[in-house]
């Protein structure tokens, strides 16, 4: 198999919610919108960010059992600055985002960062990372 990843999806309890927290309160254009039933947001070169409706994500698995809210995980958007993380964070806080770790001095990596929980439960880690970049060939390089 390919070290290729093309679609991150959740399962959403509430699609309503989740549209207006990226599409309106975000900005983000969706790529794909199917009331009721799934957003797609691009989110990088070929990787899709999907929002299933809860329901609708369970049918697909053909699975008795429920699912149950995002553990484990974090998105992270990483931007140019110390500073920014902060206004990233306000802006995701505005748009009804809760905040879980204020911008701060991480404790591994050298980092600047804080988190944020969407409306819907979703962890988006927002970072400044100096030892971080993306190079030409679209790489990430770790220094």
């Known amino acids: 198999m390919d070290q290729q990843l093309h679609f991150i999806t959740f399962a959403t309890e509430n699609l309503d919610r989740a549209r207006a927290f990226y599409k309106e309160g975000l900005g983000w254009d969706p ?9 797609f ?14 329901e609708k ?4 698995l053909v699975s008795a059992e429920k699912t149950s809210g995002v553990s ?11 500073p920014e993380v902060s206004s990233t ?17 991480g404790a591994f990596g050298g980092i600047f960062h804080g988190h944020v929980k969407d ?5 988006w ?9 993306i190079d030409n060939e679209g790489k990430v390089v770790f220094a």
Do not use: C
Request: glycine fraction near 12%; avoid cysteine; charged fraction near 15%.
């Open 72 to 82: 484990g995980v974090t998105l992270s958007h990483n931007v140019g600055s110390a």
């Open 89 to 105: 964070i306000e802006k995701l806080v505005a748009a009804g985002a809760t905040v879980l770790k204020p911008a701060q001095a």
């Open 125 to 133: 880690e927002i970072a400044h990372n100096p030892g971080w970049r």
């Open 119 to 123: 409306p819907n439960g979703i962890i």
């Open 31 to 39: 790529l794909m919108d199917v009331p009721g039933e799934i957003i």
């Open 41 to 54: 947001f691009q989110v990088a070169p070929g990787v899709v960010l999907g929002l299933f409706d809860a």
């Open 57 to 60: 994500f369970d049918e697909d």
